[in-house]
């Protein structure tokens, strides 16, 4: 349980903190280092780059550091990034930090997975992925309500966020089993690459990694824009959209239950109709909440669904199972971000909404099969 328990911590913090409180504290950080939207939309992009170098990483150093030793690295990196954006005074500056974060971010699925699939009995792994993967939820509402708490002050939130770095990496350190150097695990080939539904696997994570920088990167400045939201209300539905993902959760139970392509598929259509819902710069504060909190519940729905998916892909290597949808997601939200900046200035917020709406959808085609969808 406590391995469980820091594992969502963990989650929260790198995920929550360190990756997507950027989207919710950009539109100060816009104003203070005079960001244009595709210099906020590279920016943002290069924490889903660094993220998937951290993947590949944690797969080249999990058997020589062990899940322990991988895990803290990401603490300690993510942590440093947040230190970083804090006293960041230019715009590289800024994507350093952002990046370091990513990195961080990328260096702590792998080993969190691994250690469940070695030290939780088989009945309980899947409830307990999806438990640490709803940490990212945690780490979102953490963030909105330190916002509200802290008056939207981002270098000072980024402060406080570093501090609770360095609390949760130890916990997690001192949480985590030691294991030997080498393990048991299987060497990665390229044959993990030819196994079947693979290719599925990635088309769909890609796309819906592309389409969820729309609300990840840009939607505090969509509720700013669109919405006349003020910044504590975006701070309010940012601890929507965390509260509601914390459903995600129970995506063990969905899956055990309706199966994993049945809650992959309803996850990525339910994520495609809120977007289409935001374009309507009109519609009530209470619903544009609601369609907040829908897009985060349906989000960690969807990642823990592609874990499960990814891990019945690769049951002798459960870190590669979870890294490689983990990866091929963060490559489409490197892509997404910057491409979505440039649509939003070029042909508004609208068309470019409607645009990463499409794009989800059609990553909905793509599903488990067999065993695996069942």
């Known amino acids: 349980m406590n391995l469980v328990c820091a ?10 903190l360190g990756r997507f409180a950027y989207g919710l504290l950009l539109p100060d950080i816009r104003s203070d280092l005079a960001l244009t939207g595709s210099s906020a939309g590279w920016i943002g992009g290069s924490s889903f780059a660094a993220y998937c170098v951290g993947v590949v990483i944690a797969f080249m150093t999990l058997t020589r550091l062990g899940e322990r030793g991988v895990a803290a690295l990401a603490g300690v990196t993510a942590t440093v990034g947040m230190l970083l954006v804090c006293v960041a005074s230019t715009a590289w500056m800024l994507a350093l930090g952002i990046a370091l974060a990513g990195l961080g971010t990328g260096l702590t699925s792998p080993p969190l997975a691994a250690a469940v699939s070695r030290h939780i009995q088989a009945p309980a792994q899947s409830r307990s992925n999806g438990f640490i993967n709803a940490g990212t939820a945690g780490g979102i509402a953490l963030s909105g309500a330190l916002v509200v708490l802290f008056d939207g002050n981002w270098r000072t939130l980024y402060l406080i966020f570093a501090c609770i770095g360095v609390a949760v990496t130890a916990w997690t350190f001192f949480a985590i089993p030691p ?6 695990a299987n060497a990665m080939t390229v044959a993990f690459l030819r196994r079947p539904g693979l290719a599925a696997l990635c088309a769909s994570a890609f796309l819906m990694g592309a389409a969820s920088t729309s609300v990840w990167t840009f939607g505090a400045d969509l509720l700013q824009r669109s919405f006349q939201f003020a910044d504590q209300h975006v701070a309010y539905a940012w601890v929507v959209l965390g509260a509601a993902a914390t459903l995600g959760a129970i995506t063990g139970v969905l899956t055990d239950r309706f199966g994993v392509a049945f809650v992959h598929r309803i996850a990525l259509l339910a994520m495609a109709l809120t977007l289409c819902a935001l374009t309507q710069a009109g519609l009530p504060h209470a619903l544009a909440y609601g369609a907040m909190g829908l897009f985060g519940a349906a989000y960690i729905v969807s990642t823990g669904a592609f874990l499960l998916w990814g891990i019945s892909l690769f049951p002798d290597r459960p870190d590669i199972g979870l890294g490689i949808p983990f990866l091929v997601m963060a490559l489409g939200q490197a892509m997404g971000a910057p491409a979505y900046g440039v649509l939003w200035d ?16 059609v990553g909905a085609y793509w599903r488990p099969t067999g065993k695996t969808g069942a």
């Open 346 to 361: 070029q042909v508004g917020v609208t068309a470019a909404l409607f645009s990463a709406a499409v794009v989800m959808a």
């Open 7 to 16: 594992g969502f911590a963990l989650t929260a913090l790198t995920y929550g």
């Open 179 to 184: 294991s030997r150097p080498g393990g048991t």
